[in-house]
């Protein structure tokens, strides 16, 4: 039974500071690629950022050189390191897993089969 579990959302003015955390549980493998996906009302669900288990990272082109995505094997943890802050940036956030797989060469909603239930972040101008 594997369960991911965001926290850290939250409200922010624009220009500033956010960090999301994903706690993996019931996890039967160190292996697969991990995500944050990320849904604004009237949109549909998009790939912000994708780790290995090796650490490699993939970031989509709307946040890359703002937000970084990381994660600690030990504590089973994921996090998104949101800075420099849009308005855009407001969405409701998911943490995914694709299991036994490794990460593509794009961010695919397709490709995984686990996610949380999600965390609101609201950027406000």
């Known amino acids: 039974q594997v369960q991911l579990v965001e926290s850290g959302g939250g409200s922010v003015q624009a220009g500033g500071s956010l960090r999301l955390s994903c706690v993996r549980s019931?996890?039967?493998?160190?292996?697969?690629?991990m995500a944050w996906f990320r849904q604004a009302p009237g949109k549909e669900r998009e790939g912000v950022a994708s780790?290995?288990?090796?650490?490699?990272?993939n970031h989509a082109d709307s946040v890359k050189g703002r937000f970084t995505i990381s994660k600690d094997n030990a504590k089973n943890t994921m996090y998104l390191q949101m800075n420099s802050a849009k308005p855009e940036d407001t969405a409701i956030y998911y943490c995914?897993?694709?299991?036994?797989?490794?990460?593509?060469?794009?961010?695919?909603?397709?490709?995984?089969?686990?996610w949380g239930q999600g965390a609101q972040v609201t950027v406000s101008s």
């Open positions: 780790i290995n288990v090796d650490g490699s990272t």
């Open positions: 995914a897993a694709r299991y036994f797989r490794a990460c593509g060469a794009s961010i695919r909603e397709g490709d995984f089969r686990a």
């Open positions: 019931g996890f039967t493998s160190s292996s697969g690629c």
